[in-house]
């Protein structure tokens, strides 16, 4: 799936983190990145959320009630 316009960081990971299962970001060149992690977070926030704003993430997220999650945080926020 992909996450559009993400522009609070602290509010991406905290939707992350209620997450049941796995959640894994893919990069352009394929490759996957837990999310989950803390170690990856703290990555990500130095590479992708530099400038504080995302215009794109692909996601993918292995249980429903996280497709789910996601989906509401994409178009209400939450």
Not at 28 to 39: Q, T, Y
Not at 50 to 76: F, P
């Amino acid at each position: 799936m992909k996450i559009q316009n993400i522009d609070n960081v602290e509010k991406f990971f905290e939707v992350i983190d209620q997450c049941k299962g796995v959640v894994e970001l893919v990069s352009p060149e394929g490759d996957r990145i837990n999310l989950k992690s803390k170690l990856s977070q703290y990555v990500s926030l130095a590479t992708m959320f530099s400038n504080g704003y995302v215009r794109e993430l692909d996601i993918v997220a292995h249980e429903k009630e996280d497709v789910e999650r996601l989906i509401k945080y994409m178009y209400q926020g939450q």
